[in-house]
Every structure is written in C-alpha cells, then in structure tokens.
C-alpha cells in the first residue's frame, strides 16, 4: 500500500466512522477477511449525494470477499441517499477493473495526466 493510502486510512480510522465516510471491516469466524473504504459525495451540480469508494482490499483474493464488501458499501451508500456509486482505477490495474465490471461498474470518463 502507498504511504499516501496509508495515511489517509489512519486518519479515516482515528476519526471514525460517521455519515461521510466509514471502513466497512468484513469478518468470518472472527478473522478479517478485509475491508472497503466508502465515502458521500456532493454533487458538484447540486444534484442528490454520491457514493465513493475509496479503497478496497481483501485479504485472500477469489472467496467472494470482495463481491461482499461493495454490495455492503452500496447499501451503506444508498441508506445515505445516494443513486450512484463512483470508483477510480488505474489503467494498468486490469485486475481491479475487471472485478469493477463483473460488480456492474462502467468506466465513464477518462482522466489524461501528464508527467511533468
Ligand atoms: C480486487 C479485490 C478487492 C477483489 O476481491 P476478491 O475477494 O478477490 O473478489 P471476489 O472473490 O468477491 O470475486 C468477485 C468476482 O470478481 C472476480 N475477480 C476477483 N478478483 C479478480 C482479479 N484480480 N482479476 C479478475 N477477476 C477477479 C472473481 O473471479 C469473481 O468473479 P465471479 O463473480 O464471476 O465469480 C481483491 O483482489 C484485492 O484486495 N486486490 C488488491 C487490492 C486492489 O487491487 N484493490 C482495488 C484497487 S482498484
């Protein structure tokens, strides 16, 4: 994980979850099977709230802890009255968008960057 994440997860975690932002902790038989950062957005437009999922991670891949934990972040979201869910991925994470796709994600726009 990038020191970045890292510190903005230690920070969402000392602040707790609230109604803008919660980590989710998924559990069996006591063991975490991992977790999913979710978050409310405003509408840039004034239109209803948005969902964001911020993180997500697991920590043995393939057992459907993953597919458990965006449907508990979109509940999460909904309950919150949000109509849509928004994620971002890298291109060259092919993994990630792949399991996007099979949760029902579409990518909608491209971001271009440049190094400079
Ligand atoms: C991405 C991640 C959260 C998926 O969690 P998971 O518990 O392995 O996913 P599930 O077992 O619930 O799988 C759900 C579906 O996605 C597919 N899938 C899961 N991981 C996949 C991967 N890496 N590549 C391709 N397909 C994948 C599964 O085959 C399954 O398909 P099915 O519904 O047809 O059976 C997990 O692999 C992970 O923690 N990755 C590292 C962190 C990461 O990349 N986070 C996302 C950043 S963009």
Redesign the pocket.
């Known amino acids: 994980m990038e020191a970045g994440t890292a510190r903005q997860l230690a920070y969402a975690l000392e602040r707790g979850n609230d109604d803008h932002s919660a980590i989710l902790v998924l559990e069996e038989d006591g063991r975490r099977?991992?977790f999913v950062w979710v978050k409310m957005l405003d509408d840039f437009y004034g239109g209803p709230p948005m969902g964001k999922i911020s993180?997500?991670?697991?920590?043995?891949?393939?057992?459907?802890?993953?597919?458990?934990?965006?449907s508990a972040a979109e509940e999460w979201a909904k309950k919150r009255g949000a109509r849509l869910m928004l994620?971002?991925?890298?291109e060259t994470?092919?993994?990630?968008?792949?399991?996007?796709s099979?949760?029902g994600y579409e990518p909608e726009y491209t971001a271009y960057v440049k190094r400079l």
């Open positions: 099977q991992g993180e997500i991670a697991v920590t043995e891949s393939g057992k459907g802890s993953g597919r458990q934990l965006m994620l971002n991925a890298l994470n092919a993994s990630g968008r792949r399991f996007y099979l949760q």
